[in-house]
């Protein structure tokens, strides 16, 4: 039998054979991080400027556009800080807190992605009582509240993780601490984190996922009745944005925990997908398909 032991430091040893490649992976993420952080404030920005984008669906985008750019800074910064300083020890202590605050983010934005589904539902099923149902008072609750929750609930996701023993190597081949890494450092699941798992899976993941595709049928089959056309292309057009983000979020993290467990590499370029390049690409998608953005963006800009 392994000796379990309790582990006070982490290596995190992402692109340790790829000493020529690391200036280039270096300026890549801080490429990335730089337009991510820029492109998500300059959303933020000019919703909270233009009078006109006071509204539930534009309150939505905004922190969509914060949790994103939350999601990269709790993995980017250290990680350039590692391959410049060529430091890859990691505390524990920074390992479960970096931790925490990405499971806290991913909370956030699997719920958020639910509620903007829903508040399409209403504009486009109940269009009569949407300001009734979505009020402003309605939307600062449902905001606090999705942000309190995740917050609390992944205090309980951590401590399942840190009930687990740990016996092998404490060398995590990923950029950053995320759950799927770190599990591979314990000799033994506990019964905690099983059942703890999935809960949030079933929770977190699957019921907003199904009660999302559930709100886009029915908003799918009001579009399908509707007269004319360009009635029809309108609400769609409402619609595509957020889809096409359900669908690169949810795409890119199903098959990321669907990589075999010795498939460091792939692991790698799904994680990266998964943290930095959907937070990058999130507010371009929103941009790009939204008018009132793209004139407000012209306006900020002369």
Request: hydrophobic share 45%; with cysteine; charged share 10%.
């Amino acid at each position: 039998m392994k000796n379990e032991t309790s582990i006070n430091f982490f290596y995190l040893l992402p692109f340790s054979g790829e000493t020529r490649s690391k200036p280039f992976i270096t300026a890549f993420f801080f490429l990335i991080y730089v337009v991510g952080v820029l492109i998500n404030s300059s959303i933020i920005t000019v919703i909270c400027l233009e009078v006109q984008l006071h509204k539930p669906m534009y309150l939505f985008i905004c922190n969509l556009s914060i949790v994103d750019i939350f999601y990269t800074s709790v993995t980017v910064p250290k990680l350039l800080h590692m391959l410049l300083s060529g430091n890859h020890i990691v505390s524990s202590a920074q390992c479960y807190t970096q931790l925490y605050f990405f499971l806290s983010v991913a909370t956030v934005e699997e719920i958020l992605l639910f509620v903007m589904a829903y508040d399409r539902y209403v504009a486009i099923c109940f269009p009569l009582h949407y300001h009734r149902i979505l009020t402003y008072r309605n939307c600062c609750l449902i905001t606090i509240g999705i942000w309190t929750v995740a917050f609390l609930n992944s205090v309980e996701f951590l401590n399942s993780i840190l009930n687990m023993s740990s016996c092998h190597s404490n060398v995590i081949h990923q950029f950053f601490c995320d759950p799927k890494s770190l599990t591979k450092t314990t000799c033994r699941t506990s019964q905690l984190f099983i059942v703890v798992a999935f809960i949030e899976i079933l929770i977190w993941v699957f019921i907003p996922l199904m009660c999302t595709f559930i709100s886009y049928f029915q908003i799918f089959l009001v579009i399908s009745k509707m007269k004319t056309k360009e009635s029809r292309k309108k609400s769609f057009s409402t619609c595509s944005s957020h889809i096409t983000i359900i669908t690169i979020y949810y795409g890119a993290g199903v098959i990321g925990y669907l990589i075999p467990p010795y498939s460091e590499v792939l692991d790698i370029i799904f994680n990266t997908i998964y943290s930095n390049i959907i937070p990058m690409i999130n507010p371009i998608i929103y941009s790009l398909q939204n008018s009132n953005i793209q004139s407000a963006l012209l306006r900020l800009l002369r």
